[in-house]
């Protein structure tokens, strides 16, 4: 959903990084037993046929057999996969939403700012125009335009979480997703709001940012993020479904996470053990990824679709550990030994 990675990209051999790793049993993980395992085998089996190296493969064939009970699909995790911590907890958890806006296909009074599709000339990796260039309209004329929505604030969300729902005056919903990247690295508003000294960092959240945003610093306080998202429409998903990941196909609620495919293989379960006022215990699948998700202990969890995973998504900010399930001998691999 928010990356520019291609199906051709979505690698699964080991990571070659230098971060630490422990093997430990299932019994260490809190909240094994209770969780859910056949909804998990399902998200996982939403992309396991993507996993093309040669130790995923078979796992995905029988993957089909092991989702008939809750007891055969926790099952099916134990005896072909090891639980392995890479890096050092404590990990960084945030969550995020596909939203749900006002907007118009032409721009009129009210719907005055738009998002854009990617320009043709645009290639993958390029360094393009930064944000400030182009809220300052540099594409403008050229009919790059692909809505017109309300709020310049909305607009940077928007982009921040990579795709959304786009109601039209007639009731008609356009749904969009990621299409590329300018190119500039991603550099956090809130953390200059701290810096700046408006805010302490515990004070921050996309909704105190918003409404910093709005009522106080304006919107060009977002322009210090360089980085600008464009967007395509997607037209082939079902209302019922969640946007498109990193591994083009959907997501799906509390199940599919957002992590950085340097340390964790796209398309790996991922036990979260989140803490914060609302712990989650649960066994996800790493079917996304972001640009401020970065470093072994870091994931975005998806938390649905309109206001209310919204609001829920935009408080989170909480420690915990990140436990990656990797198939038996990948996760012998990871120790200094080999062993």
């Excluded at 990084?17 to 909804?39: K, N, Q």
């Excluded at 293989?265 to 006022?277: D, N, R, T």
């Amino acid at each position: 959903m928010r990356s520019a990675l291609a199906a051709a990209m979505v690698l699964v051999a080991m990571t070659t990084s230098p971060a630490p790793a422990e093997i430990l049993r299932f019994a260490d993980l809190e909240g094994w037993a209770e969780d859910d395992h056949r909804s998990a085998l399902a998200a996982f089996k939403e992309t396991c046929d993507l996993l093309t190296e040669g130790d995923w493969v078979p796992l995905c064939k029988l993957a089909g057999d092991a989702a008939q009970t809750p007891d055969t699909a926790r099952q099916f995790f134990e005896l072909f996969f090891r639980p392995v911590v890479i890096g050092d907890p404590p990990a960084l958890f945030t969550g995020y939403f596909e939203p749900e806006l006002a907007g118009s296909p032409v721009r009129t009074p009210r719907f005055a700012w738009p998002i854009y599709r990617r320009p043709p000339e645009l290639r993958d990796g390029q360094v393009f125009h930064t944000r400030a260039a182009i809220e300052a309209g540099i594409l403008r004329g050229r009919g790059l335009e692909l809505a017109w929505l309300d709020d310049p604030v909305d607009v940077y969300f928007l982009q921040v979480q990579g795709s959304g729902r786009i109601k039209m005056p007639d009731g008609r919903v356009m749904r969009v997703g990621y299409a590329g990247r300018n190119g500039h690295a991603y550099r956090s508003v809130g953390q200059e709001m701290v810096r700046r000294g408006t805010h302490s960092m515990d004070q921050v959240s996309a909704q105190e940012i918003a409404t910093y945003v709005r009522n106080h610093a304006g919107s060009d306080l977002l322009n210090v993020n360089p980085s600008y998202v464009f967007f395509r429409t997607i037209d082939d998903v079902p209302p019922e479904k969640g946007p498109i990941g990193a591994m083009g196909r959907s997501i799906t609620a509390f199940r599919s996470v957002a992590i950085d495919p340097a340390f964790t293989p796209l398309g790996a379960p991922v036990w979260i053990e989140k803490a914060g006022a609302d712990p989650i215990r649960s066994l996800m699948i790493a079917q996304d990824t972001g640009g401020a998700i970065k470093g072994p202990q870091r994931a975005d969890i998806f938390y649905g679709t309109g206001p209310a995973a919204g609001e829920a998504a935009g408080t989170i900010k909480d420690g915990g550990r990140m436990v990656v399930l990797l198939p038996i001998d990948r996760a012998y691999a990871m120790l200094p030994d080999g062993m």
